[in-house]
């Protein structure tokens, strides 16, 4: 089990549907993050928050769309998804982000939720 | 932007054989470099490296940084099955991921 709990664990959603995913962690971070992660490979940056404030978007399609409503929780929304969209999302959290305080934050990971689009 | 890389990309031994896996970067403002395995789902923390020549230790696993030279070696001894995983290196900078070293040791 890890600190950073995200639900839920399998999602199967057609190309019309609106969903989201859901992050939490009671660590006291102030930076949260999305990662997609297709088979055999690493994880992708997809979105960064620091302090509640969205700091990097590398370029994700609007269909997605994150939120994060304070500092332990971290939404997805998920919007006329495509098949190939179909991955493992992971959330994870540190310490702080570009920061002095993130000089010894590792990121701490949830299980992630597999995500399939049909 | 930062860059990541890592060798090599795939690595097949078998157990009780010592493996060294390789990060390199380019990035401003270096803080920290971090090592992850990942098995089957989340990746799990190994090493962060600030210093230069300072080695980090943990069981068979042990991991050193070099500022000039811009990189980081893994080292494990000892190899067993349950090593097999994904060894994945970030900078600490951005986050962002290399492309990893699938690891598999063999009985």
Redesign the interface.
């Known amino acids: 089990d890890?600190e950073?709990t995200q639900t839920p664990k399998h999602l199967v959603m057609g190309m019309t549907n609106k969903k989201s995913l859901k992050c939490e962690q009671h660590m006291g971070h102030r930076a949260m993050?999305w990662y997609k992660q297709k088979a055999?490979?690493?994880?992708?940056?997809m979105f960064?928050y620091s302090y509640e404030k969205l700091s990097?978007n590398e370029s994700v399609p609007s269909r997605f769309s994150p939120e994060c409503p304070n500092s332990s929780l971290l939404n997805l929304h998920l919007h006329a998804l495509q098949p190939e969209d179909s991955a493992?999302y992971?959330c994870?959290s540190?310490q702080g982000?570009?920061a002095l305080s993130?000089?010894?934050?590792?990121?701490?990971?949830?299980?992630?939720t597999r995500l399939t689009v049909t | 932007e930062d860059k990541v890389v890592q060798s090599p990309l795939s690595l097949v031994v078998h157990e009780g054989d010592t493996v060294t896996l390789n990060c390199s970067y380019e990035v401003t403002n270096f803080r920290s470099l971090l090592w992850y395995k990942q098995e089957k789902k989340a990746p799990t923390f190994l090493f962060m490296l600030t210093s230069s020549g300072i080695e980090k230790k943990s069981g068979r696993l042990s991991s050193i940084l070099d500022k000039k030279e811009l990189f980081s070696i893994l080292n494990i001894t000892a190899t067993q099955t349950g090593d097999s995983a994904i060894y994945l290196c970030a900078v600490n900078n951005d986050m962002r991921f290399g492309a990893g070293t699938r690891l598999t040791v063999k009985p």
């Open positions: 890890t950073v993050y055999k490979k690493p994880p992708e940056l960064v990097i493992l992971l994870a540190s982000f570009r993130s000089y010894n934050s590792p990121l701490h990971f949830g299980n992630g």
